[in-house]
């Protein structure tokens, strides 16, 4: 059950603002990674939110980070983790093969927690997760970031309030960075498919939930995939290693509103365009540019033409998308999340999406996937 302080932290004082919740971060190394990179400073930049708790692989890496990071409470074993009365939500930010066994005992404690998207290495583990998180009545939240973030959140209503008119088409290209010809070592576990964590699944699956939160979802669809680098390059040593994830993967539909979509996602980056996303409608069009495929980062630009324009514009983003200042780069998506969470968890509210809607999100990466095994329309 939830903590006497977690039910304290949620109620607002006459005096001054709510006191925070206490957090607890499975995977924040001292060595970096995303913990470090992206959930620390996100933290940090977000009322109502303390760092009190973190999980690493050994009792030395534990200590290092909370030495590090001033954190009072380290642990190698994220049950212990997820037991301690000053802990209430629960951060899950280790590699997708150990998110079943990272995220289970944190459900069961009935402590909130908010894990790493891919949620599982693949849908029945997704789907497991769900089920455990509702048997036990956990508040969950998935890392779907790119919806929170400020420039896809102001597409989203530029859209809605009929910039581009009806949407007639969406055309999306982007490099995914890694699963190219060379891959650091810190990072092989990403060649082998079955551990859950591509092309497909990590900066596919990030832009497509944001494309589907703007535009609506696929009516229907087909898909092609491939493997064109069978055989990569470690960085550091030069050796070769097998590359069984998909580096390329094509997708056409139509979304349920009608219009007609076509997405292409590469391995590796390009030397032309690395991130292109079209909207066209019967009044205008909007066009997102960025030099990376990873839109969850948030570091992309918006331009927009409608009516009698003749040419693009640049449409920056409203200063009241922004409500963090002072954080940037790939955490300031991963801020914004927070803060929609706080204000989730203090009015009850579901505006960050939960495990029900990442068992959605796999099931679309599913219908894509066998799509392209069975080369028919899902």
């Known amino acids: ?39 620390l400073p ?10 009190r708790g973190l999980t690493a692989s050994t009792p030395e890496s534990a200590a290092r980070a909370a030495e590090k990071y001033g954190v009072p409470l380290a642990f190698t074993d994220p049950a212990e983790l997820a037991a301690h009365d000053d802990i209430d939500l629960i951060v899950v930010s ?11 005992p944190a459900l069961e404690s009935g402590k909130t927690v908010l894990s790493e998207w891919p949620l599982a290495v693949d849908l029945a583990e997704a789907e497991e997760l769900a089920a455990l998180a509702d048997r036990h009545g956990a508040r969950t939240a998935v890392g779907l970031q790119a919806r929170s973030a400020p420039g896809v959140r102001y597409v989203r209503d530029l859209i809605a309030d009929g910039y581009v008119g009806e949407v007639l088409s969406t055309t999306l290209v ?5 699963w190219g010809p060379v891959i650091g070592a810190g990072s092989a576990y990403l060649a082998d498919r079955a551990n859950g964590a591509t092309l497909l699944t990590i900066p596919f699956g990030h832009t497509l939930d944001a494309l589907t939160m703007c535009l609506g979802g696929f009516a229907s669809l087909g898909a092609t995939t491939a493997t064109r680098r069978p055989r990569v390059r470690v960085a550091e040593t030069g050796e070769p290693l097998t590359m069984t994830a998909e580096d390329q993967i094509a997708v056409s539909g139509e979304l349920e509103g009608g219009a007609v979509a076509s997405l292409h996602y590469r391995g590796g980056s390009s030397r032309g365009t690395n991130l292109r996303w079209e909207i066209n409608g019967t009044e205008g069009d909007l066009v997102i540019t960025g030099d990376t495929g990873h839109l969850q980062f948030g570091q992309f630009g918006i331009a927009g033409a409608r009516g009698d324009d ?16 002072g954080v940037d780069g790939p955490a300031e998506a991963v801020a914004h ?11 009850g509210t579901s505006v960050v999406p939960g495990f029900a809607h990442a068992v959605e999100h796999h099931r679309l990466l599913d219908r894509i996937a066998r799509a392209a095994a069975s080369g028919t329309r899902q």
Do not use: C
């Not at 982007?174 to 890694?178: I, K, N, R, V, Y």
């Not at 003749?310 to 200042?325: F, I, K, M, N, T």
């Open 1 to 39: 059950m939830p903590s006497s302080m977690t039910q304290r932290t949620i109620t607002r004082t006459n005096t001054g603002p709510l006191k925070p919740l206490g957090v607890g971060v499975v995977g924040l190394s001292a060595d970096g990674g995303w913990g470090q990179r992206g959930h």
């Open 42 to 51: 996100a933290l940090r930049a977000v009322d109502g939110f303390e760092l």
């Open 94 to 104: 280790v590699r997708v093969p150990r998110h079943r066994e990272t995220i289970t």
């Open 174 to 178: 982007g490099s995914g960075g890694g």
């Open 310 to 325: 003749s040419a693009l514009r640049d449409l920056p983003v409203p200063e009241r998308y922004r409500s963090l200042p």
């Open 337 to 347: 999340a927070y803060a929609q969470l706080r204000t989730d968890i203090e009015e």
